[in-house]
């Protein structure tokens, strides 16, 4: 269960631009929300201290033009507050997101009484400009795993790990927070599945093929080598046994589409839009892909059906002689 971050024990800065301390009526109803998706929602940490960031921005703006409570926060305070972050030059991704965030806590205080009049359902999001992922084509795919294979037959345990870790992540498409939370139990050689624990602590079962199959048995047997008292159960681990971390894996994966040349696709997230890609220019449906990435909503998705159409474009005005 996550912790909840409290606004009282120095975690966040609490005053205004002012100096002033947060007030109490404002202070209050955000660790109530806070308790709320730590507890009710099972958010993570990491979540929960976004909101907390988000929201502090706007309260602490609202409560230095004299908001005491909820109640005196208006639509016209959060347009002002929203303006001066444009202003002040955040990126839309950032705006979008803490307009919805204001927007859940709003909505959660009139759920919960503490507010008659939700100011936030006009309060307008930036749109936000959805850039097409960078993806690989089969043959760039193809040597980088050739590359790594390459690597490993040197006996490197870690060379031998990055091959295994790269046939993971292109197999499955998972996320790379999932791939190293992945335990050795986790994963079903028999069956060629891994069990995996997504966002929400949604668990899911995802298949993957003979090749990364064969990388993961060829790492099980270099595993060892790296072994120590912090390995526990970890399925990857550094160079020192402990499990192997987000930042080590994204490192591992740029040095490698680098060396390809010919690429700007960078870290485990190539390997997931190139998986999710590769399936739909397959005849997978849109729906399995979806189960396989583990994404919440099919619009999310649906990305990848704009990404196989931009490829097919881009082939066919190569290709057509009246294109």
Do not use: C
Not at 176 to 188: A, F, H, K, T
Not at 249 to 272: I, K, S
Request: aromatic share 4%; glycine share 10%; hydrophobic share 40%.
């Amino acid at each position: 269960m996550a912790s909840v971050p409290n606004v009282h024990s120095g975690d966040v800065d609490e005053r205004t631009p002012r100096g002033q301390r947060l007030p109490e009526g404002l202070r209050d109803p955000l660790e109530g929300f806070l308790r709320y998706l730590a507890l009710g929602r099972g958010r993570s940490v990491h979540t929960i201290r976004a909101y907390e960031g988000d929201l502090l921005s706007m309260l602490q703006a609202v409560a230095s033009e004299g908001a005491d409570t909820l109640a005196d926060i208006d639509l016209a305070a959060l347009r002002r507050w929203l303006g001066s972050q444009s202003e002040g030059g955040r990126a839309r991704s950032t705006l979008a997101r803490r307009s919805a965030a204001v927007r859940s806590f709003m909505g959660w205080a009139v759920r919960e009484g503490k507010l008659e009049v939700d100011p936030s359902l006009r309060l307008a999001s930036p749109k936000q400009h959805r850039d097409l992922p960078d993806v690989l084509h089969e043959d760039q795919t193809r040597r980088l795993l050739e590359k790594l294979a390459g690597d490993a037959e040197t006996g490197d345990p870690v060379a031998v790990r990055d091959l295994a870790l790269a046939e993971m992540l292109y197999a499955t498409g998972i996320r790379v927070s999932e791939l190293v939370g992945l335990d050795v139990d986790d994963v079903d050689l028999g069956s060629r599945t891994a069990r995996v624990l997504g966002k929400g602590d949604k668990e899911r079962t995802v298949p993957f093929g003979v090749p990364a199959a064969n990388a993961i048995v060829r790492w099980l047997g270099a595993r060892s080598v790296l072994v120590t008292q912090a390995s526990g159960a970890a399925l990857f681990l550094g160079r020192r046994g402990g499990r192997l971390g987000q930042r080590q894996a994204r490192e591992v994966v740029d040095a490698a589409l680098r060396g390809l040349g010919d690429t700007g696709a960078r870290g485990p997230h190539a390997l997931r839009h190139t998986a999710a890609t590769h399936l739909l220019d397959g005849g997978a449906d849109l729906r399995s892909v979806q189960e396989l990435l583990g994404h919440s909503s099919l619009s999310t998705t649906q990305l990848y059906t704009h990404v196989s159409v931009e490829r097919l474009r881009s082939s066919y005005i190569q290709a057509h002689p009246r294109a």
